[in-house]
């Protein structure tokens, strides 16, 4: 396991301007396609629903020329979002602005040299809740549980 801020990176997939935050970033031996798989099928394996995956990959590769830049990101690289109503209740009522953090993603993604699965970290306390879903959840797809 390797777990790294990965400003730049990171920072578009879940931050907002000139913030960077934490992540959890596990290496993913297989392709792109079967991460994607082995996520999907994990996060619907608890019994969650995803609501939305967001295509990072494509919508960098899609606006590269229109922000200036000739720098390609990802080979692909996706966001699966969802929630927990079991978690999310209990974090929400430890403390209500918990929903701030509210829903969770696991993201794939495919850098050209390797394929990464990973999530963003969260704060201590109720949130740590949220982690271990998540945490659970990667390990699954990485096929180490």
């Known amino acids: ?14 931050a907002g301007p000139g913030q960077a935050q934490d ?17 999907e099928n994990a996060i619907i394996g608890k019994g969650l629903v995803i609501d939305y995956v967001s295509h990072v990959g ?13 720098v390609q990101l990802f080979e692909e690289a996706d966001i699966f979002v969802f929630c927990s109503a079991v978690i999310s209740r209990q974090v929400m009522e430890a403390d209500p602005m918990n929903i701030a953090h509210c829903p ?17 970290s969260y704060p201590p306390g109720p949130m740590q809740a949220v982690e271990t879903l998540l945490s659970d959840i990667v390990q699954e797809a990485l096929g180490s549980d």
């Open 104 to 120: 969770y993603g696991v993201f794939v993604a495919d850098t050209g040299s390797e394929v990464m699965i990973g999530y963003r």
């Open 1 to 14: 396991m390797r777990s790294f801020a990965m400003a730049g990176v990171l920072c578009t997939l879940f």
């Open 58 to 70: 494509d919508m960098l590769e899609r606006t590269a020329a229109d922000v200036g830049s000739d």
């Open 23 to 39: 992540a959890t970033v596990h290496i993913f031996e297989g392709s792109f396609e079967d991460a994607a798989f082995s996520v």
